[in-house]
């Protein structure tokens, strides 16, 4: 049996899972799209369309979809419809799957109906897991993401928050930047990464020096030991590798109680309310 994977811009532990087992990759042509529906809410509506003509027209002899991302969801309803008998996995459709949680009737109606053709879900944590449960009636298995090797260094620690990670509204960095501005115990905080948010936090960056930012880097290691915060409060997130390499290296970690590594977390570690900061 032949599997493809499918998505418009592949997580790096994704796309090594769909290599190991021996997938056909697919990048989807649909990235600066769904980069738009972040900033436009009224993107959101019109997109799966798109998505939708993409996946009739695309010819797939595999046996298997491997789904990564929202967009490729639309893909593979499509491509079910003219070819009933292919199994649709969903891999991490976890944050897509919480958002039903708040969505609106037409939302959730559209994603119910594509989650019907769904076969089965790979969820990466149990916290999603329990989450998509109580909305589908089908296979759902478990699969951790791994984190990076890192480790702890000779490296000053020193008064500085930090976050890395993905610079979109979901990750609540608005939120972020205005309690490292008045949080008095950080001298800087750090902020590494790209996204639909960037002008806007290189904006703050300018104007006040105590945040700082550093763009997209590698070598995520040296903040990682340089700092003495992380901050990783979204209020869902599936399970953010972030989150295990600050820990092994030592630095502190505040996560919020409904991002999947909170499971792994002693309490002392987790937000229950990520408004409130006391």
Known sequence: MKTLFLSHKPHEVHLNFAKTIASNIKITPFNNLVAL?????????????????????????????????????????????????????????????????????????????????????????????????????????????????????????????????????????????????????????VIVGDGVLKEYVKKIALINKKIEYLGERNDVEKFYNECKFLLHIPDNDPYPTTTMEALKCGCFTIVSKNSGTSEIFNEIFIIENPNNFN
């Not at 009933?84 to 891999?91: A, D, N, V």
């Not at 708040?102 to 916290?127: C, H, P, Q, Y």
């Not at 296979?139 to 000053?156: F, R």
Request: overall charge positive; proline content about 4%.
């Open 37 to 189: 529906s972040k900033k436009y809410q009224a993107i959101n509506y019109i997109y799966p369309f798109f998505c939708l003509l993409y996946g009739f027209i695309l010819q797939v002899p595999e046996d298997i979809i491997l789904v990564d991302g929202g967009s490729s969801l639309w893909i593979a309803l499509a491509i079910k419809i003219k070819k009933p008998k292919i199994k649709f996995i969903y891999l991490d459709g976890d944050l897509c799957i919480t958002s039903m949680q708040k969505a609106g009737w037409l939302e959730r109606t559209a994603k119910n109906f594509a989650f019907k053709k769904v076969d089965g879900i790979i969820s990466v944590s149990e916290t999603n897991k329990k989450i998509a449960k109580k909305f589908f009636d089908i296979a759902i298995e478990v699969c951790n993401p791994y984190s990076k090797e890192l480790s702890t260094t000779n490296i000053e620690r020193k008064n500085y928050g930090l976050f890395i990670g993905r610079l979109d509204p979901d990750k609540n960095i608005k939120r972020i930047i205005d309690f490292a501005k008045q949080c008095p115990y950080f001298e800087k905080f």
